[in-house]
């Protein structure tokens, strides 16, 4: 590229696309469509050609539409913009600086125009940014639906966006699942915004209860989360999140639990704190062609309340596209649970398990590791592994549209989950144990399909190759999920 | 009360065809520190109704029993092979369903106002206790919220004392409970008391019979507790002890049945 | 002498009233003799019932109306023994355990005896604005019960289950311990005698669409000839009233067993159903351009359906 058609000679552009939805995350389409428009819009086949690396410098922005939002915060965002050499420069930077105040959350629509300079203190290659925004009400609602984890749920959400003019936020949601889950959470954002590095603190209390017909008895969680999550390098792709948590939890007993099961019913009140710390330079999040994520979590429970363990986690997923039609994934996920000390208790809710249409694929869900009159107990040691091949759909129907929401896969997955006392010093067998004994595994092929770009929906006939005696298996499974292996 | 678990025939037949006799384990609080007044009486009364019948039993003691029960917070429950019991005339019915009944060769007459004994003792011993342990404001304070919470950390302690007292107020107002005073509980209580002493009168036992029963080891449950429990007031103990024929059923039941030991030294 | 005023419950179905503590205070009168002005009401609104005025002081507790009579020379127990005094103690909390929960749920929860024969026969009962609060009312209360009784089952058909097998029990036992004897107490009817009537009548006589627990005191044939015997006893009025009018009511039935204004009826029905229907549609059509307004498309959408309200 290096040259845009203008529509007209004053060189002044509309660049006002809609933009509702930015946020990646939640988009439909595909984040290397976004490239697409943006080019689009550019080119207009009218007017004169201009050369987009022709020197220009940003002599004033403007930002139309302030109402209750402070002056401050705005001007954080925008002053990365000065910092354009030429006239590329400042529509990317427009571009991102969009992005940025549309993460305030404050703002609807928000529109950019760029002008040549006027008045008296005008360049002569200077340029003025003006930004339409559209501020949000004092209070906004609603009700969408949502998939998550094999249910279904209805969701209830108000939010008052932009309390105090600083992109400080209220929201309450509310949901309900097709499995009797419900889910009441109140949290306050407050996002601390530097030029390059922001911190986005949240506090939220929240009522859970949710169902575990595989282990046996259902979960009562109420509890307060305070998050500070803050990316040091400004780009997005190295993330922490530090989290303190203090739940009140009661595990609810049912009729037909196994007792061991039944022995860890009761109110428990856990107080964790934990790290978070992820790379991610995917390109999509569920149906990524190149790029990794690397995640670490740590959580440390135990600082008051009776249950005290040290529970370390790994994710790591890998892409790679040799050919347009072919993209190879490998995920990997482990985790170990380590009590701290005999005074505080480990309870079943703290456990891992394993197996699920998403997960473990071939095993119901929890469907592998110790058992006991069909309840599952979870292990404090796991590992899983998944190696996916995804093709595009035979003869490519819908493409670029409807078409790329689905893909065909074919996978192998294994892994293990158990109960294993570390020896740290010198039995190197015995600690290598869960890697050779017990491992199931499972191939299998399926389609996949992408659902509102966070969630994910699979339908996958699967053969189990090697498992345990009493393991859950299954043949077909159709699941839907936000977190896949 | 309910009778959890067991309300079909073909639970009973199932029970029936397990291997007996069983250990049987019994499930309750812990009785140093966190047991309260009514829990304490129920899980006596259970102890010693096993004793009568000559089972052997293991007792073991859990924080959580409350939440283990299969039947929604009611202290103690058995185990016994594959089932689960709680609540004292259950218990009474499953022991039966294996063929150990203490009361099998009385009259239906005389079984009918045993039935109707047993109810009035765990409908006014009961929410009596309950009353004084979760409504009266001095052993709320000095002992049942000290020793219901003893078991969780702090903070959890306050919620779930709170929580309790709420259900076991919503509990006593249904059963009408809630609203009367302190001296009416007491009325009610002295009325039972005298109701039971009538009938104990001139026998050793409620049957009339040589033998204890179920309403014997019901009985002993609750006055054994309500007496050696210290309170605050010691109003409900007061009370019973101004029943000698009560307080002597007691000592005989406690000295043919059980060793000191056995109850715990209070 | 001043009269003893007793404002009840109305009666039906032969029983000169429908509520359990009601019949106990009557028929514990009856037995004695005692000379009462009878209010029978449909509207519980002003007091608790059952009611009684005597001396200018008003009792509304069972108990504390017993108390009364007994003070007044009025009583059917000085002739038992303490014993027998117990037992009547213990017999009274046993039926309020068990019988008292079954006879709720029969009356309030059972969603086919309130449907058909319940509600209908107190929003008949009572007069006009309390007819729409009531019913409800006791509906909820009965549901507190349970809630509170059972707290961890949320099935409703394992309750019913519990209670009526706890009832049923119950009621064998009566039925053992009656035996053949005319009262419980042999010759004499007393308090105990009263109670338990007070509890096995209404289920006896009320003709209940699901007749569950009904059937089964049906079976227990000495209890059915002893509240019979009660009734025919006390309470002939009542009974031959309502006799009389169930024959009419045949009767009637034979000669005009359609309604009469049968098309009229039907017609203001579909009017009202279609006036109804177009308000609904209307009302939605007004919420539709209203929602236009709601910033749902600032909301973060989950996933593709989002619906606004």
């Known amino acids: 590229m290096g040259t845009v058609h203008a529509k007209e000679s004053n060189m002044s552009r509309n660049i006002n696309e809609s933009s509702n939805n930015e946020k990646e995350n939640f988009k439909e389409n595909n984040p290397s469509s976004h490239f697409h428009e943006k080019m689009n819009l550019l080119e207009r086949k009218k007017g004169q050609a201009v050369d987009l690396h022709l020197k220009a410098r940003v002599d004033r922005i403007h930002v139309d539409g302030l109402i209750r939002t402070k002056d401050d915060i705005i001007k954080a965002q925008v002053t990365e913009l000065f910092k354009a050499q030429d006239f590329y420069d400042i529509i990317i930077h427009a571009y991102k600086v969009r992005e940025k105040l549309q993460g305030l959350g404050c703002f609807g629509n928000i529109g950019i125009y760029i002008d040549t300079s006027h008045g008296p203190h005008a360049t002569p290659e200077g340029v003025e940014v003006t930004f339409m925004v559209n501020e949000m009400r004092r209070l906004t609602g609603g009700i969408s639906t949502m998939v998550g984890n094999n249910e279904g749920s209805v969701i209830v959400q108000a939010k008052a966006p932009n309390l105090f003019g600083r992109g400080e936020r209220l929201q309450m949601e509310y949901s309900y699942g097709s499995k009797s889950s419900t889910n009441i959470s109140i949290s306050i954002v407050k996002p601390f915004m530097g030029s390059s590095r922001h911190k986005i603190l949240t506090g939220s209390v929240f009522n859970t209860s949710n169902r575990f017909p595989w282990s046996g008895f259902s979960q009562c969680d109420k509890g307060l989360l305070i998050d500070l999550a803050f990316n040091p390098d400004g780009t997005g792709i190295l993330k922490h999140n530090l989290q303190y948590e203090a739940t009140y939890r009661e595990i609810i007993s049912s009729k037909h639990m196994s007792f061991r099961v039944r022995e860890q019913c009761g109110p428990n009140l856990k107080s964790a704190l934990r790290h978070i710390c992820s790379i991610d330079k995917r390109d999509s999040l569920i149906f990524p062609t190149t790029g990794s994520l690397v995640q670490f979590s740590t959580e440390v429970a135990g600082l008051g309340g009776d249950i005290g363990f040290v529970k370390n986690e790994l994710t790591v997923q890998t892409n790679w596209t040799p050919h347009e039609y072919a993209t190879f994934q490998m995920g990997f996920q482990s985790g170990l649970l380590r009590g701290i000390s005999n005074d505080m208790k480990i309870n079943i809710a703290d456990q891992f398990f394993l197996g699920g249409p998403l997960n473990l694929r071939g095993f119901d869900m929890r469907g592998c590791g110790p058992r006991i009159d069909g309840n599952s107990l979870g292990g404090n040691a796991y590992w899983a592994l998944a190696l996916h091949l995804y093709t595009p759909l035979p003869f490519r129907p819908g493409r670029h549209s409807f078409g790329d929401l689905f893909k065909l896969h074919g996978f192998i997955n294994g892994g293990n989950v158990s109960n294993f006392t570390l020896k740290f010093a010198n039995d190197y067998k015995e600690n290598m144990k869960i890697f050779k004994e017990d491992v199931r595994c499972a191939v299998g092929g399926g389609i996949a399909m992408k659902f509102g770009n966070i969630a994910r929906v699979e339908l996958n006939l699967v053969m189990p190759l090697l498992f345990v005696r009493n393991d859950v298996l299954q043949q077909f499974q159709f699941g839907i999920g936000l977190q896949y292996l | 009360m309910p009778y959890p678990l067991l309300a079909d025939s073909i639970t009973f037949e199932l029970e029936a065809q397990e291997p007996w006799p069983q250990l049987i384990t019994l499930y309750q609080p812990y009785e140093v520190e966190q047991i309260l007044l009514p829990d304490n009486a129920n899980c006596l009364a259970v102890q010693a109704f096993l004793k009568m019948c000559g089972l052997d039993f293991q007792i073991e003691p859990r924080s959580n029993a409350e939440y283990m029960s299969p039947s929604g917070r009611v202290v103690p429950f058995i185990k016994c092979g594959q089932f689960l019991v709680s609540d004292f005339d259950s218990i009474v019915t499953f022991i039966g369903n294996k063929g150990t009944s203490l009361s099998d060769h009385l009259s239906a007459n005389c079984k009918a106002d045993m039935r109707a004994y047993m109810s009035l003792v765990n409908n006014i011993f009961i929410n009596a206790e309950l009353y004084i342990c979760w409504v009266d404001e001095t052993t709320l304070n000095e002992v049942t919220k000290i020793r219901h919470g003893s078991v969780y950390p702090w903070p959890l302690n306050h919620y779930l004392n709170w929580q309790k007292r709420k259900e076991v107020i919503k509990k006593l107002n249904v059963l009408g409970w809630y609203n009367k005073t302190i001296e009416e509980v007491c009325k009610e209580v002295q009325n039972c008391c005298t109701a039971l002493s009538e009938r104990l009168e001139g026998s050793d036992y409620f049957s009339g019979e040589k033998t204890p029963n179920e309403l014997d080891a019901l009985v002993f449950g609750h006055i054994f507790t309500i007496i050696t429990t210290p309170l605050p007031g010691n109003k409900l103990a007061n009370i019973v002890q101004s029943y000698p024929l009560l307080v002597h059923l007691c000592k005989r039941i406690e000295t043919s049945i059980f060793s000191l030991q056995a109850i715990g030294v209070k | ?309």
């Open chain 3, 1 to 309: 002498m001043d009269m003893f005023e007793l404002t009840i419950w109305k009666g039906d179905w032969g029983l000169p009233s429908v509520d359990t503590e009601c019949l106990q205070v009557l028929v514990y009168a009856k037995f004695n003799g005692i000379p009462l002005k009878v209010n029978a009401v449909g509207n519980p609104f002003n007091s608790n019932l059952p009611t009684l005025k005597y001396n200018n002081y008003t009792f509304t507790k069972v108990k504390d109306i017993i108390e009364v009579f007994r003070e007044n020379n009025y009583n059917t127990e000085q002739d038992l023994s303490r014993k027998e005094c117990a037992k009547i103690m213990a017999y009274d909390v046993m039926l309020k355990e068990k019988l008292f929960p079954a006879l709720q749920f029969v009356w309030w929860i059972d969603e086919k005896n309130v449907n058909e024969l319940i509600r209908p026969w107190y929003c008949k009962a009572m007069p006009f604005p309390f007819n729409f609060y009531y019913p409800g009312k006791f509906e909820r209360q009965a549901h507190v019960i349970f809630e509170t009784l059972y707290p961890v089952e949320d099935d409703i058909s394992i309750i019913e289950n519990k209670v009526y097998s706890e009832a049923q029990k119950c009621l064998t036992l009566l039925s053992t311990s009656l035996g053949e004897s005319l009262y419980f107490f042999n010759e004499k009817p007393t308090l105990l005698d009263a109670v338990i009537y007070s509890y096995l009548a209404p289920l006896l006589k009320a003709p209940l669409p699901n007749p569950a627990l009904q059937n089964h005191l049906k079976a227990c044939t000495n209890l059915v000839t002893f509240v019979a015997r009660i009734s025919e006893k006390y309470f002939s009025n009542e009974c031959h009233e309502y006799k009389t009018k169930q024959n009419a009511r045949n009767v009637k039935q034979y000669t005009h067993n359609e309604f009469p204004n049968k098309r009229r009826t039907q017609l203001v029905a579909g009017f009202i159903a279609t006036l109804m229907m177009a308000t609904y549609a209307f009302s939605n059509g007004i919420l539709e351009v209203s929602a236009k307004d709601n910033e749902i498309s600032d909301i973060p959408a989950e996933d593709a359906f989002t619906n606004n309200e």
